[in-house]
């Protein structure tokens, strides 16, 4: 085994020869192939700079046609292929384990059809998210997810993730709102499966099975999407409260008096805001010198300016009163409310910026959610005090609290945030470099904790390569079996993307 944790290279794949890059050439041109070193880094390395593969070629199809006769090819050559979108995943699906043969969506970026009256947009799969969202913005819609990688991933990455985000508690997941799709499965095959219907009882949903899939089963070409019309108003409020128990209680409060108008309701602690002041340029924070241990981002998305901050405000008047919240500022313009967005999705970049970082995307039932976090915090002091010391975070009253003061905290940092209205808590663990002794510390720990409070050990991110021998905490053996089964049956020879999501069968 590797030291990342993945299986010795599966001796059933062929390594890539000279006629495979001929064919290549003849079916994609020589633009289409990459075989330079230093061109070939970027496909090879994933956004932490955690995974490193080691391709020899990256494939760039136009068409469907295209990419069907590469995997046809791949499939009867038993050359492995990982498909790869704009590479923002976090959990090291998108780059090979070896020498797998990068197939990238980049260049399959053309909006296919949009449909003023229903909202349906049809895209190929490597369309960036936000340009996806400005074209749709021209007709008066807005797409249903949101995510702080939207400038560079691709809405092929985003169905085969089944990516969460920030708006997810009001347009659902991407299991509701994908319409149809078009997947080539690994023999050639194109499955058309695009159609832009909402109603479709017609026999199994196949569709769904590629969402979520992480190009396991096929490449995902093309992509129906039911857009929501665009809000006409969006308020925000930055609120800082004493506890993680009272914020849940703003969380029932914001359910019942902001209704239908609610959009996000997401959370940071002290511990991520500090990070995120100090190390991502350009951030400010909206409560200067609050040292309150939690802080929310209230979003609500309506209709009508008038009546929805007339019920903010009447929702702020409300916790405010009754002594929830510590302080809060609410949005005053569109800048403002970019400036708390920008804090609040900028903070995986911000620990990206600080060095190396441990992230755990857990599902976990509301009210558990922050135990982990102070649990992991005191775990680690006690384990490795030279390292954790005492920190800032939640709870603890002082030292590299959210000031953006120069005081960067111990070298192990624990941050706790994420989607509370979605039971979704990102636990990133920030430390000076990837080392066994720290990764004992935390694993299988965060794991097991998971799954004695029923959670998931992956919520919106994947498996992926990190946590492909960890379904068996959230699934149990049955559903693994049937999983496999379905994966030999649409990829008999287990081309796609191998070592990532399903375990190694020992
Ligand atoms: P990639 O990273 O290229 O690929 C991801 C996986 O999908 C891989 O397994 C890959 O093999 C497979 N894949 C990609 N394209 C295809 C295809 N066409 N057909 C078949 N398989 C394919 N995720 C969330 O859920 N919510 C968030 O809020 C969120 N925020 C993020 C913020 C930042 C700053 C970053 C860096 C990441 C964030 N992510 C988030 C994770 C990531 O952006 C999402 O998982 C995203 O959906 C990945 O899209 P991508 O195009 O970059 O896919
Ligand atoms: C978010 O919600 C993303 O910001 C990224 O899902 C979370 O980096 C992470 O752990
Ligand atoms: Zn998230």
């Not at 700079?49 to 760039?60: D, F, I, M, P």
């Not at 490449?219 to 409020?237: D, E, G, K, S, Y």
């Not at 609050?290 to 903010?312: M, N, Y």
């Not at 990837?434 to 998971?450: D, R």
Request: net charge negative; glycine share 12%.
């Amino acid at each position: 085994r590797r030291a990342s944790g993945a299986p010795a290279r599966d001796p059933r794949f062929a390594a890539l020869e000279d006629s495979d890059l001929q064919f290549f050439d003849s079916v994609l041109g020589a633009g289409g192939v990459v075989t330079d070193p230093h061109s070939l880094q970027p496909f090879n390395e994933d956004w932490l700079g955690k995974y490193k593969g080691s391709t020899r070629v990256a494939l760039k199809p136009k068409t469907t046609e295209q990419a069907a006769a590469i995997l046809r090819h791949c499939n009867s050559r038993r050359l492995a292929v990982v498909p790869q979108g704009g590479n923002t995943g976090l959990v090291g699906g998108s780059v090979p384990v070896y020498d797998e043969v990068v197939v990238s969506t980049v260049c399959m970026n053309k909006v296919l059809s949009f449909d003023t009256v229903s909202g349906t947009l049809t895209a190929q799969a490597g369309c960036i998210l936000e340009a996806l969202d400005s074209h749709v913005a021209g007709h008066g819609y807005c797409m249903p997810l949101d995510l702080g990688a939207k400038g560079s991933c691709q809405i092929g990455g985003n169905v085969s993730t089944n990516a969460g985000g920030l708006r997810l508690l009001r347009y659902g997941s991407l299991h509701g709102s994908v319409l149809g799709l078009e997947a080539v499965l690994p023999g050639g095959e194109v499955l058309d499966l695009l159609t832009t219907l909402r109603k479709d009882n017609t026999g199994y949903d196949l569709k769904q099975l590629f969402i979520g899939a992480e190009g396991t089963l096929g490449l995902v070409t093309a992509v129906a999407i039911q857009c929501p019309p665009r809000p006409l108003a969006v308020n925000v409020a930055y609120l800082a409260v004493p506890t993680f128990a009272v914020a849940q209680q703003v969380l029932v409060a914001a359910k019942r008096q902001l209704g239908e108008v609610l959009s996000a309701f997401e959370f940071l602690d002290r511990e991520s805001l500090a990070i995120t002041l100090r190390h991502l340029p350009g951030t400010k924070d909206p409560l200067p010198g609050c040292q309150a241990p939690i802080f929310l981002v209230v979003e609500t998305s309506g209709s009508s300016a008038a009546h929805d901050s007339d019920k903010l405000e009447r929702f702020l008047e409300g916790v405010m009163e009754e002594g929830l919240v510590l302080d809060g500022v609410l949005a005053q313009d569109s800048a403002q409310v970019q400036q708390v967005w920008q804090l609040r999705e900028g903070i995986t970049t911000a620990l990206r910026h600080r060095g190396a970082v441990y992230k755990y995307d857990v599902s976990l039932p509301i009210s558990q959610m922050y135990a982990l976090v102070e649990e992991m915090r005191t775990r680690l002091t006690t384990a490795l005090p030279h390292l954790a010391g005492s920190s800032g975070g939640a709870g603890s009253g002082g030292g590299g609290g959210g000031d953006g003061s120069d005081d960067d905290g111990p070298p192990i940092r624990v941050a706790g945030y994420g989607h509370l209205g979605d039971g979704n808590l990102h636990l990133n663990i920030s430390v000076p470099g990837y080392s066994k002794e720290i990764c004992e510390q935390i694993e299988p720990y965060v794991y097991e904790w998971t799954a004695q409070h029923r959670g998931s050990v992956s919520a919106e991110h994947g498996l992926g390569l990190m946590k492909a021998g960890c379904i068996g905490y959230s699934k149990p053996p049955a559903a693994v079996a049937v999983m496999r089964q379905i994966k030999a049956a649409l990829d008999p020879h287990g081309i796609m993307n191998p070592y990532k999501v399903l375990p190694p069968e020992l």
